[in-house]
């Protein structure tokens, strides 16, 4: 119903478009005003209703008030080497998809069942990306731009340092801890402990 | 119909420079179409068709290299005026595939929600006309107004306090690359400055519709703004760019030909006046409009 919505929404907005711009010179006046109060018109309704109806979307940054008492949780994503050595994901390998949309698919988006199955050709495209790392290209926003490329709106870390070996193991972690108690040493939570979410199958 | 507004022009440049900067910083928007099917599969088909994801690899890739194409001949101004409204498709395709594996959370903050919806506007307004150019600094100004307004609905007033931003600070630096998160946090003076400055840039953001001279002021204090919320926050707003809508080119153009003494200042003929048909129409077509746009 909301894809239907916000296709309409476009396609109606697209119309106004090219109505105004061939609108005759008596009509053109009243055709601007209505594809204007058409156009905020339907801002201020994804807006006030907080029903985001791309491209007509919601403004939402930092909208909320966080607690830093009340527990959190940060997704990990981890390779594990033939040794069994894990090792931070640079979760560029997944671009276009940002590593913040990747933690929301994989933890919520799919059965369970689903999710287990879905992490073989996850740690496929990682070592795709692995693969490109070491032969010195640049990856995700950077690949064409370099340090001029604009981020992913979620600054993520970036690992420069890439084995030659494939990995063989892709594992997701969930860290529940409480910012304020944690927030600037969220490495020792770490160590202390964490939950495994999801991981490759032995094999693949 | 009229002359072109320097507003017009600068309106298409900026679009165009952030668009192209924005398609060149995410090469592999096309390669999605690529990604093994059991990760396609999850998307449902009615966000496909929203979303004109409906193509394979090879057609991503002439559509991305095509939006590459369009972004640099409007730069440059040389597009034909259709390929104004193809950008504005094209972006709304490329800037879904961001999200869409998440059922498209926070579009917004991907920077082609603006393109997407200002070059249609710019094609209604045959790429010249003020009253487009006014509309498209509106898009941008709602942007932040509705962050404000966000705010007020999901908060309350109470978010306009430095307790607010000390939370944000504390989980921000638990995220992400936040080197200032923590120093700020214990700062309660600036904190208490920074809700302020926020609050008066998104509440008061609509006044720039009445005063468009504020806005160098206003792109000024955003984009510092911006700057600290990167380095206090980890958030990066690749849209920024596009807050230089918001400077009031035409007035910029005017005050300029008034002191060469050109053309901007050669009194209108009697028979110039006797053929506006229409005042109003004609402000919203040939560039002396007042910002407002309500007659």
Known sequence: MIDLAATTLFLLFLLGSVGVRRASSETRLLAIRIFVIFLFGALAFTNLTQIDLWPFTRFIPASFRPNPDRETSKIEFVVVDSKGRERPLDMRVFSPVTPWVMEIWVVEKTSIRDQDALMSPLLALANEGRERLARDESIGPQRFLGDAAIPFWLLHGEFEEVSSEPWVGLRVYETRFIPREYGGRLEQRKIEGRNLLRETKRGG | MGHRSRGAVVTRVILAAHSLWLLLS??????????????????????????????GPSVEMLLYGGALIVMMLLLV?????????AAGVLMMHFGALEEIL????HSYFGGFTIPALAFPVLYAGRLKEKWAVVAIRGLVISSYFFA??????YSGPRWFSADTLYGWLVVRHSYADAPLALWLSEQTMLLWGAVLVIGVIELGS????????????????????HVVIR?????FFPGVLLALLLVDWDSFGHRRSKTEKGPADVPESADQKRRKPDGLSTELCHGQFNGTLSP
């Open chain 2, 26 to 55: 995410r090469p592999d928007l096309p390669r999605l179409a690529d990604f093994p099917p059991e990760i396609l599969q999850t998307i449902p088909y009615s966000l496909k068709v929203r979303t004109l994801f409906l193509f």
């Open chain 2, 77 to 85: 101004g040389r597009a034909p005026d259709w390929m104004v409204l």
């Open chain 2, 102 to 105: 998440a059922g498209m959370p």
């Open chain 2, 148 to 153: 404000g307004v966000a705010k007020l609905i």
């Open chain 2, 206 to 225: 609509p006044v720039l519709l009445f005063r468009p001279s504020l806005g160098s002021v206003f792109v000024l204090v955003a984009m510092s703004a």
């Open chain 2, 231 to 235: 380095y206090a926050m980890g958030i």
